[in-house]
């Protein structure tokens, strides 16, 4: 019987995709850094019985449309904006994700993010590393604490809930706001659900870890910066688009809000001279939410055992329902 063929979209490591190859045909373009360029994933979308991709990659209708073969899109993030759920289902194309093994890495890094924008972390490496530093003296890049503040989480599944126990641990009052009520976060860490308005208005920090909708999408506009308090901080670990760009800028730049801490952008990468980056208030990083190398391999195994789940004709770990939304 002739062999499956499965494509993936990066290189990922050979012991990775070692349960692949013993079932099937396995290519992989041949770059780590760079995206798989589009004409080549519409080439081998074509032959291709399963799809291993990446979150830049964009899997829509054209794409779904030249695949004939395809039975399985397994993407290596909990996040899957970035393939027409909708379309892959009417052509009977099960779509996976990877939640659950990335939920604690991406919770850490969320947590970092927040920390490193409220205590000016990476403007004082820099400070030191550029020789600025000619001594100590009282007010020197002084932030602001975390401790016994409030945190507001937008998106509460089970990012956001593990982000909200680490917050209980730095004893803050933790506010969340979410499509429907998680009553696990509010027993386990005295969450306490308000509608967006007033989490904007009352919170010190608001985290954004909501799946990019149509809901989400272009959530966080200039009037929402305007509602939180001038002293607040912005942290986004969710999708760049969640948020209109240019609103945010306007409103560090008036001093709407005092800070962003950023780990995803509308478009990625974001250009270096980005006005954005240019923001001393400005922490950002270059998505690395669930980069720690435990946690990347997990995603890829459960990706590579979902494919093949699919492939002998079983159910995979972690199918995407239509309906889903919660990270
Ligand atoms: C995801 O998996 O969706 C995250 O954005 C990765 O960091």
């Not at 690395?288 to 890829?300: C, L, P, Q």
């Amino acid at each position: 019987m002739k062999k499956p063929f499965v494509y993936i979209t990066r290189s990922l490591p050979d012991e990775q995709v070692k349960q692949l190859s013993e079932i099937a045909i396995v290519e992989m373009w041949e770059k780590e850094e760079e995206p798989c360029p589009r004409n080549v994933l519409l080439e081998k979308a074509k032959q291709a019985d399963a799809l291993l991709t990446m979150l830049s990659d964009q899997v829509d209708q054209e794409l779904l449309n030249a695949a004939e073969n395809l039975k399985v899109i397994s993407n290596l993030a909990v996040g899957y904006d970035n393939i027409d759920l909708k379309y892959a289902s009417s052509k009977d194309i099960i779509v996976c994700n990877t939640p659950d093994v990335l939920t604690d890495t991406t919770a850490d890094l969320a947590f970092a993010l927040l920390m490193a924008a409220a205590r000016r972390v990476v403007e004082a490496a820099d400070y030191i590393k550029e020789g600025k530093w000619k001594g100590w003296s009282p007010l020197q890049l002084a932030g602001i604490d975390l401790h016994h503040k409030t945190i507001g989480i937008v998106g509460m599944g089970k990012i956001g809930s593990a982000v909200a126990k680490r917050a209980k641990g730095f004893d803050m009052k933790v506010l969340y706001h979410n499509r429907s009520r998680n009553e696990e976060a509010e027993q386990a860490v005295h969450a306490e659900y308000l509608d967006l308005e007033d989490l904007l208005a009352q919170s010190d920090f608001v985290v954004c870890l909501t799946p990019l909708t149509e809901q989400t999408k272009e959530l966080f506009t200039y009037d929402r910066f305007k509602q939180m308090k001038r002293t607040a901080i912005f942290v986004n670990v969710s999708r760049g688009a969640v948020v209109i760009e240019g609103d945010l800028l306007r409103a560090l730049e008036e001093g709407m809000i005092a800070g962003a801490g950023l780990d995803v952008f509308v478009k990625e990468p974001i250009e270096a001279d980005h006005p954005l980056l240019k923001l001393q208030s400005v922490t950002a990083l270059p998505h690395i939410g669930s980069a720690t190398g435990e946690t990347r391999r997990k995603m890829m195994d459960l990706c590579c055992k979902n494919i093949a789940l699919v492939l002998k004709g079983d159910k995979p770990y972690t199918q995407v329902q239509l309906k889903a939304g919660k990270r």
